[in-house]
């Protein structure tokens, strides 16, 4: 059944750029429009829609883009609530302000769990799922690593500023993004089960080596996490290992993630649900 709005735009509207308003706050949503298949780009935690720049000159104009800024982050409004939660939310509002019943969905680290934890729940609208780097069923959520990730945005503090301006943090406190990253660290260590279950066709886009941040091989022993939820799913493939880092592989290796964005649209399924 359909929960779009009748008075929505249709499917093939013409591009468009704007404000949704959801909850107490308005996200900045960019809609390429045509008759393509629809693929929505979900934001790293500290990203905007500008990170995909590459990724959707690379596809070109056969595929609608659809990005958007997440609360507090690129030109999107302050909200109470930065909750993954509402996060998934506002995918759905997002899409639904859009008119767009079916996705293909493609998210980058953070946006990668958003993506399955959406396709997840609601399989029947998901054309299928491109992971960029992420996500990976590991997290902190010992008090030890918790300490750990506050005393690092403690330190971050008199950087976060500049961070905002360049696009690389929420328009929110160090503390904030503290407890964010701890509720993404619970929400990664939990995501076994969702994996293994799920029906929707993903592909993983993995990056080599540590980023900004990460230390002792960190970043590659959460990577090798999802192996065995690679055997165990026929649905989950690794679409390829590139050379970039984490911080750096929409900028240096965005024809891959194009490439693994091709493959699921090409693949039956999509084809199939878009015929419906």
Not at 109 to 117: D, R, T
Not at 121 to 135: F, I, S, Y
Not at 155 to 172: D, T, V
Request: overall charge neutral.
């Amino acid at each position: 059944m359909s929960n779009l709005d009748t008075n929505s735009p249709r499917p093939n509207s013409a591009s468009w750029t704007g404000m949704v308003p959801v909850d107490d706050t308005e996200l900045a949503v960019t809609d390429s429009g045509g008759p393509g298949i629809p693929v929505i780009y979900l934001n790293g935690s500290y990203a905007s829609q500008r990170h995909w720049k590459r990724v959707i000159a690379d596809l070109g104009s056969g595929y609608r883009h659809i990005s958007f800024d997440e609360r507090a982050r690129g030109r999107s409004k302050q909200s109470a609530d930065y909750s993954f939660e509402v996060c998934v939310r506002d995918i759905d509002a997002v899409l639904v302000a859009r008119g767009v019943e079916s996705a293909l969905l493609v998210g980058w680290s953070y946006g990668a769990l958003l993506a399955v934890h959406w396709a997840s729940r609601n399989p029947e609208r998901t054309l299928g799922v491109v992971g960029v780097d992420g996500p990976y069923p590991v997290g902190w959520t010992d008090e030890a690593g918790h300490a750990e990730i506050r005393k690092v945005f403690d330190r971050m503090k008199p950087m976060m500023p500049l961070a905002r301006m360049l696009g690389l943090a929420g328009r929110f406190s160090a503390e904030l993004h503290a407890e964010l990253a701890i509720e993404a660290h619970h929400l990664h260590a939990a995501l076994g089960p969702t994996l293994a279950d799920l029906t929707v066709p993903t592909r993983y886009v993995v990056a080599s080596g540590e980023a900004l941040g990460s230390r002792d091989d960190l970043q590659e022993q959460m990577r090798k996490a999802v192996d065995p939820l690679l055997a165990g799913n026929p649905n989950l493939r690794i679409s390829a290992k590139v050379s970039s880092n984490h911080g750096s592989i929409l900028r240096k290796d965005s024809p891959a993630v194009a490439d693994a964005v091709r493959e699921l649209a090409a693949a039956p399924r999509a084809q199939g649900m878009l015929g419906r």
